[in-house]
């Protein structure tokens, strides 16, 4: 695997974390586009749960578990992504 690999998009999402504008500023990097979108779900009190990273294009991506929700990223409750239709990616190896 290429370093357009899963560490890529591993980088991509302490970027996103760190700064919830280099969402919109990143290219996707398994295809380039500048789709990229993140949801994460967990605990509503503890925002605790886990997170998918993924492109709107070529629909690639990454999901995460155990992370807490920052505050300015979009988050849904586990009860609320129950009943949800969630994206659909093909997760990056
Ligand atoms: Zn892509």
Do not use: M, Y
């Given at each position: 695997m290429s370093a357009t690999g899963r560490?890529?998009?591993?980088a991509l999402m302490a970027v996103v974390i760190g700064d919830p504008a280099?969402?919109?500023?990143?290219?996707c990097p398994s295809c380039g586009y500048r789709r990229l979108d993140v949801l994460f779900v967990g605990d509503g009190a503890t925002?605790?749960?886990w997170a998918t990273l993924w492109c709107g294009d070529c629909l690639r991506g990454i999901r995460f578990s155990r992370v807490c929700a920052p505050r300015?990223?979009?988050?849904?409750?586990f009860e609320v992504?129950?009943?949800r239709?969630?994206?659909e990616?093909?997760?990056v190896r």
């Open positions: 560490s890529a998009w591993v280099a969402l919109d500023a990143s290219a925002r605790i749960g300015d990223l979009p988050f849904l409750t992504a129950a009943v239709s969630l994206p990616i093909i997760e």
